[in-house]
């Protein structure tokens, strides 16, 4: 069966409208900027959630490093992954960028949080009757989105390997495939361990675990060759600075308090190293993931 896109809220246009001009537009931040470029961080949460995190965190580094950004998220994580690949923005916190052609793109990973290893799960809610992953067999279970490395492409991987076929769903992001879980639309889901994690804190749900993949790192900060090297190094300075500045301290604590991750999930230099195992997984893909 083909995969499908579920999406558990509906919106009207002039909804979407609203908040995609909301979310394309810089919030606060008053300096002078030499350079203006865009942003797009893949959507790891529903799009309220994830401006909640985002646009107190660009409006600092925008203010501090002289550099304009601007936040521009699409309506799915595939949405706002074809922003990158079509080279409509400029800067990206994603994993979607390590396969072999992408790389030939020339985004260049500069940085990324400093939260510990996450990993590709496929989980039930606490009381299923499924107890075990061989029991997904002809089971509906959703995903965050065709794009979403560690939420989808890992764990289907694993599926397709061990020859256990289920029937595909979409839910955007993973609030939207966790959604579909407790709403009785589907019997499991595909995710990132972190988000998993701290939905389960935020809507006070609980898991039972039936996979689990090898570590990897999180999300990557990336520049595309379109940014002049001193606006690069202006953006990285102020994201790294963060945490020793009083105010970018407590901008850092309190989006990461939204989102479910805690206040020492600033942000560090990366060059880039840390995501080899996401390399070496491409090169096993099967071609139904590409």
Known sequence: MFPKTRLPFLFNNSFCLATCLCLTTLIGGNAV???EYRFSPVNQYDINLTAAYWNPIISYVSEKSGVKLILKIGRTSADTTSYVLAREVDFAFTNHLFAPEREKLGWQTFGRRNIPPISGEIVVPQGSAITDISKLNGKDIAFPGPEALIAYKVPMAHLMEQQIKVNVFFGGNQNGALAQ????QVQAVGGNSQL???YSIRENKKFRVLWKSEPYYDL???ASNKVSPADLKAVASAFFGMKDDPVGKVILKQASEKIGLTESSFFIP????????YKKFYQNLPPGLR
Do not use: K, P, V, W
């Open 181 to 184: 879980l407790f709403s009785g």
């Open 270 to 277: 990366s060059d880039g190293s840390e995501y080899a195992n």
């Open 196 to 198: 998993i994690e701290s």
């Open 220 to 222: 990557a900060l990336m």
């Open 33 to 35: 900027a030499s350079s």
